[in-house]
């Protein structure tokens, strides 16, 4: 948990907490842990661990109005879709995620060139890194593919303002559509947000 940066009282939603694996880690960090799990079966044994267990998926799931942060052992098959909701709305009290997602799936998400879309558009609020690539070997089951730690940090001054964000999203996919692709990382969509008439939007290179 050190490495995740989580603090004693920080606000840590685990998603798809299963057997408790990373929660007893955050527990023992300190941590106020709100356990989501749809099982009821594993949902018991979270109890045990005198955590807040919400009968609940990812897609279901009402995120913190206050600050919180999430390290989670995301299913592959819903990684794309818990990701958007989670750092597709600035909106969110995100302070950071630590994600175990696929390896590709991490890998495109923090690559800067090329880059894609929804990389950028997350971009604007988060720094996006791969901080540990996990091989299939530490899983039980073991899967097929390796996995990788997708870590993403609220920035201190956000590229974009959070409430354009609906306009920059327009003005990103409607670039990625044309022929732009020199242009496809963070800094440069939000330089060109910020060079149109009447847009004050907060930006550092």
């Known amino acids: 948990m050190a490495d995740a940066g989580i603090e004693a009282g920080d606000l ?17 960090a300190g941590a106020r842990v709100v356990a989501v799990e749809p099982d009821r079966r594993l949902r018991a044994k979270l109890r045990r661990l005198q955590v807040t267990v919400v009968a609940a998926d990812a897609a279901s799931f009402t995120w913190p109005r206050e600050a919180f942060r999430v390290v ?11 990701c958007r909701t ?3 709305d600035p909106r969110l009290p995100l302070r950071s995620a630590d994600l175990i997602v696929e ?19 997350w971009s604007a609020w988060y720094e996006l890194a791969v901080v540990r690539r996990i091989e299939p070997r530490e899983f039980a089951p073991v899967p097929s593919v390796a996995a990788g730690v997708l870590r993403a940090r609220r920035r201190e001054r956000p590229l974009v303002r959070p409430a354009d964000a609906q306009r920059y999203e327009r003005f990103v996919r409607q670039g990625f559509r ?6 496809r990382d963070p800094h440069a969509w939000a ?8 847009t004050d939007v907060p930006f550092r290179r």
Do not use: C, Y
């Open 191 to 198: 330089a060109a947000w910020r060079s149109r008439p009447g």
């Open 12 to 28: 840590v939603v685990d998603i798809g907490a299963g057997s408790g694996m990373l929660t007893r880690a955050l527990v023992a």
């Open 178 to 183: 044309g022929d732009r692709a020199r242009e």
């Open 72 to 82: 989670a052992n995301l299913p592959f098959a819903h990684a794309a879709d818990i």
């Open 103 to 121: 390896w590709d799936f991490a890998a495109k998400r923090a690559r800067l060139w090329p880059s894609t879309a929804q990389t950028v558009l």
């Open 86 to 88: 989670l750092l597709g």
